[in-house]
């Protein structure tokens, strides 16, 4: 992954069956028929199941494919889990680790992500770690400390060799849409968690390595504030929920980024 920008589509469960999948994947080809990203990598996280169809479907030299989730140990009896290990052998390059979502309704901690992570980098997929505060921190003024806190327990593992291989998203947690936010953080607000993040890794891997280190940012982020929210606030990409559903929505984001 050499190019500048990252966009990741997070279908989550919202493209629920076969048909849905068929229709996203036929609308959004038709959106980039004569398009090819020079500067942004679009990654598509579908659910697991479907990830076939992506591999099929869609033009592997235009996008890259990512999942949602993954277990932290590449065999064994654990029934009904999903190994990074199976992922990598059916096409999927990246996995989305430590969404909110998973904290909340599976009670993912920062201990168990940290060993996601780990096995991510092992099967030679980046993980795309998902950190930032939920509302009652946020009115606690305790966001600066819930992200050196997350960061400091997920990357426990994570050495100077494959910190560049990994993608970091700041998503507040109430700012996702299906939270219903009744704002969003401001450009500035961005900035400020880009840099903090940034001061952590620079601290912890030296600054060389750092400037190859992506930082994305996540929530509520639609065709018409992705320039105010991610590029002015110098975001190097965007983690889409709601607005990847929509194949046209979710290209003209992708445009913004290649265009700005
Ligand atoms: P949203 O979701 O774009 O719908 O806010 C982002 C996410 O949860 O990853």
Redesign the pocket.
């Given at each position: 992954m050499n190019k500048k920008n990252l966009v990741?589509a997070?279908f989550?469960m919202k493209l629920a069956n076969k048909l849905e999948i068929e229709n996203w994947i036929r609308n959004f080809k038709k959106s980039t028929k004569n398009f090819s990203a020079k500067k942004t990598e679009i990654i598509l996280c579908p659910p697991t199941p479907f990830l076939f169809q992506f591999e099929n479907l869609i033009e592997r030299e235009k996008f890259s494919l990512g999942v949602q989730n993954c277990f932290w140990e590449d065999e064994g009896a654990y029934t009904g889990e999903v190994s990074a290990k199976m992922l990598k052998s059916i096409g999927a390059g990246y996995v989305?680790l430590g969404?909110?979502?998973r904290r909340k309704y599976f009670n993912e901690q920062n201990s168990e992500i940290a060993k996601k992570v780990e096995r991510v980098l092992k099967n030679r997929m980046m993980p795309i770690i998902?950190i930032g505060e939920n509302v009652e921190e946020k009115k606690a003024d305790l966001t600066m400390q819930v992200i050196l806190k997350q960061l400091k327990e997920i990357l426990v593992n994570v050495g100077r060799g494959n910190i560049e291989k990994t993608i970091l998203?700041y998503?507040p947690v109430w700012?996702?849409?299906?939270?219903n936010?009744d704002k969003i953080p401001t450009s500035n607000d961005i900035m400020e968690a880009r840099l903090l993040i940034k001061k952590f890794l620079v601290e912890k891997y030296g600054k060389n390595i750092v400037e190859r280190v992506k930082i994305i940012y996540?929530?509520?982020?639609?065709p018409y504030n992705v320039k105010e929210i991610c590029l002015e606030s110098g975001m190097g990409g965007?983690?889409?929920?709601?607005?990847?559903v929509k194949p046209y929505d979710f290209f003209k984001i992708v445009q913004e980024f290649e265009e700005n």
């Amino acid at each position: 992954m050499n190019k500048k920008n990252l966009v990741v589509a997070n279908f989550k469960m919202k493209l629920a069956n076969k048909l849905e999948i068929e229709n996203w994947i036929r609308n959004f080809k038709k959106s980039t028929k004569n398009f090819s990203a020079k500067k942004t990598e679009i990654i598509l996280c579908p659910p697991t199941p479907f990830l076939f169809q992506f591999e099929n479907l869609i033009e592997r030299e235009k996008f890259s494919l990512g999942v949602q989730n993954c277990f932290w140990e590449d065999e064994g009896a654990y029934t009904g889990e999903v190994s990074a290990k199976m992922l990598k052998s059916i096409g999927a390059g990246y996995v989305i680790l430590g969404h909110s979502e998973r904290r909340k309704y599976f009670n993912e901690q920062n201990s168990e992500i940290a060993k996601k992570v780990e096995r991510v980098l092992k099967n030679r997929m980046m993980p795309i770690i998902c950190i930032g505060e939920n509302v009652e921190e946020k009115k606690a003024d305790l966001t600066m400390q819930v992200i050196l806190k997350q960061l400091k327990e997920i990357l426990v593992n994570v050495g100077r060799g494959n910190i560049e291989k990994t993608i970091l998203c700041y998503e507040p947690v109430w700012a996702i849409s299906s939270n219903n936010p009744d704002k969003i953080p401001t450009s500035n607000d961005i900035m400020e968690a880009r840099l903090l993040i940034k001061k952590f890794l620079v601290e912890k891997y030296g600054k060389n390595i750092v400037e190859r280190v992506k930082i994305i940012y996540g929530g509520s982020v639609d065709p018409y504030n992705v320039k105010e929210i991610c590029l002015e606030s110098g975001m190097g990409g965007a983690l889409i929920g709601s607005a990847s559903v929509k194949p046209y929505d979710f290209f003209k984001i992708v445009q913004e980024f290649e265009e700005n």
